[in-house]
């Protein structure tokens, strides 16, 4: 395993349960954060802190200096303003990947959002965050970075571990998918298993049972093959 891991949004949702599933596998990882003393109340002394701002490049750099992988679970909350889709979704993310090639990190994993492609998407209309994932999935891709471009399902606060799981590429599949289950794909897609670069989309299948990742891993093809 990786252990050498910059988590960015990781006070998020998903980004949460990254952290936890890293530090409960023995991984100490770092996290970049705006408020540290949210940061940490969530995990105490069991990540090393970085106070940084996707929105600003300059503070990315000495978070990543000497690690080998960066995951981006970063995502705006708001429509306009100053986390708007554009500055976060889109200039966070060129930020990040820049700062990663400047600091030689060697696996980029970013999470993105189904039906990307679909400018006509009611999601969408929430400042065309979609056109703005979109563009921050392209920058990554031309970057020259080995990554994974994870595309979820919509989002659930639900246990995960309880389905079956569909990947596939070519954003055609609608779903719904744990954020329990999102993370374990993050840190699978991290671990060796990914074909790369790499983009797909995950929703839990119709069926009960445990994902086969070695199986849906195997499937995916590389970007640009």
């Given at each position: 395993m990786i252990k050498d891991i910059l988590i960015v949004g990781g006070t998020g949702r998903t980004g949460q349960?990254?952290?936890?599933?890293?530090?409960?596998?023995?991984?100490?990882?770092?996290?970049?954060?705006?408020?540290?003393?949210?940061?940490?109340?969530?995990?105490g002394a069991d990540v090393t802190y970085h106070i940084?701002?996707?929105?600003?490049?300059e503070t990315l750099l000495k978070p990543m200096?000497?690690?080998?992988?960066?995951?981006s679970a970063v995502g705006t909350c708001a429509p306009v303003g100053k986390n708007c889709p554009k500055r976060v979704d889109y200039e966070g993310v060129v930020n990040l990947v820049n700062a990663a090639q400047t600091q030689g990190v060697k696996r980029f994993v970013l999470i993105s959002s189904i039906a990307?492609?679909?400018?006509?998407?009611?999601?969408?209309?929430?400042?065309?965050?979609l056109?703005?994932?979109?563009?921050?999935?392209?920058?990554?891709?031309?970057?020259?970075?080995d990554y994974a471009i994870v595309r979820p399902g919509g989002l659930k606060d639900t246990p995960g571990g309880n389905h079956a799981l569909v990947f596939?590429?070519?954003?055609?599949?609608?779903?719904?998918?744990?954020r329990e289950d999102l993370a374990d794909t993050c840190l699978q897609a991290l671990d060796g298993l990914c074909k790369s670069p790499v983009t797909f989309e995950v929703v839990e299948a119709d069926q009960k049972g445990h994902p086969d990742w070695a199986k849906l891993f195997a499937a995916l093809v590389p970007d640009g093959s």
């Open positions: 349960i990254i952290v936890r599933n890293l530090t409960a596998n023995g991984v100490h990882p770092h996290i970049l954060v705006r408020d540290l003393s949210k940061a940490e109340a969530l995990f940084g701002d996707v929105r600003d490049y200096e000497g690690l080998e992988a960066v995951i990307v492609t679909h400018s006509e998407h009611p999601l969408n209309r929430f400042g065309r965050i056109d703005w994932k979109l563009k921050g999935e392209e920058a990554l891709r031309q970057s020259g970075l596939d590429q070519g954003d055609h599949i609608l779903g719904t998918l744990s």
